[in-house]
């Protein structure tokens, strides 16, 4: 591991490189990483970065994100598998379908989406600032407006429209990790075994779950509302890559997960070896065709701009 690390440091110099991770990731990513975070940072940081080269640990979409937003630079994926099945779970064809059934339709995509999505779509958001987003647009069309369409998550699509107070029409996708593994009956279990525990979820897990819990957040929000509470003990309802994180950052804290099976497989394609492979070799550059980086990135512009 000591060997494969000064190599990744050296290359990492040699080529100008930067290593982003989303908060999922494995151990041993997040201690080569030059930043983890979650969508919303990550998109951030890869507009910020004088690096040449970014290489993305995390799922596909985020690294497309990455390479929209710098098409001079090399986005390097460690596993071109890494995909997110909620993702694809709507296409550009079907959403232009769906949009035809509207007389005058607005798109809100979540980053969770591919760059054919986005690029037919007039904004995006992650889960840490879809309600402003959401509301900003409701804002632009007045209020009985009810031709907003959300897609992919039903579930954070249901959890925006409640919270923003605007009517949407919500595509009927979701994650298999937040929607499939975290369940009312694991929360109660850890509630009853952990009862001085605060339950933060993610905006993807069902609305039943949601509704049980104390906060509902995105993963960086979640990493830092965790730094400032009084509270010493948190029940994790989301993939259980953040734990390291949470630990790491807060020692004195302790954190439980609704279940240890909550994992989404793809993030944990990503290893080291890949890491080191990729940067090696230059190889799996996210390759996006100009016309579609134009469209895709207006949505994820109009998206930064919102100071969320
Ligand atoms: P965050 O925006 O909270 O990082 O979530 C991304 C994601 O894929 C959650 O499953
Ligand atoms: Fe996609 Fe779910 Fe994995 Fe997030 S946890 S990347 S939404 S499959």
């Given at each position: 591991m000591k060997e494969t690390i000064r190599k990744l440091n050296k290359l990492k110099k040699e080529k100008n490189a930067v290593i982003l991770a989303h908060i999922y990731q494995l151990p041993e990513i997040h201690n080569i990483a030059d930043f983890v975070g979650d969508s919303l940072d990550l998109s951030r940081k890869a507009v910020q970065t004088?690096?040449?080269?970014i290489v993305f640990c995390g799922v596909h979409f985020m690294a497309e994100t990455a390479s929209i937003v710098n098409p001079k630079k090399k986005v390097l994926i460690p596993d071109s598998n890494a995909g997110c099945p909620m993702a694809d779970m709507i296409t550009a064809e079907k959403l232009k379908e769906f949009k035809s059934q509207y007389k005058n339709p607005v798109v809100v995509a979540y980053v969770n989406t591919s760059a054919a999505v986005k690029a037919e779509s007039d904004i995006c958001c992650t889960s840490s600032n879809a309600v402003n987003v959401v509301k900003s647009i409701a804002g632009d069309r007045g209020a009985e407006n009810s031709d907003i369409i959300f897609v992919p998550d039903r579930n954070l699509g249901s959890y925006v429209q409640k919270l923003a107070g605007v009517k949407m029409n919500i595509w009927n996708g979701f994650c298999p990790t937040h929607n499939n593994l975290i369940l009312p009956e694991y929360l109660l279990e850890a509630k009853e075994e952990h009862p001085h525990a605060e339950i933060l979820v993610h905006p993807e897990c069902r609305p039943e779950v949601a509704s049980m819990a104390d906060h509902i957040m995105s993963t960086g929000v979640m990493c830092r509302y965790v730094e400032k509470s009084t509270a010493k003990e948190f029940i994790i309802g989301t993939e259980t890559g953040i734990l390291y994180k949470l630990k790491k950052d807060n020692p004195s804290k302790n954190f439980y997960h609704v279940?240890?099976?909550?994992?989404?497989p793809n993030m944990k394609k990503i290893t080291l070896a890949k890491v080191l492979d990729v940067l090696t070799n230059m190889k799996n550059a996210i390759s996006v065709s100009e016309d579609i980086r134009q469209k895709a990135y207006r949505p994820i512009l109009k998206m930064l701009e919102i100071n969320a």
């Open positions: 004088n690096a040449d080269v279940s240890s099976l909550v994992v989404c």
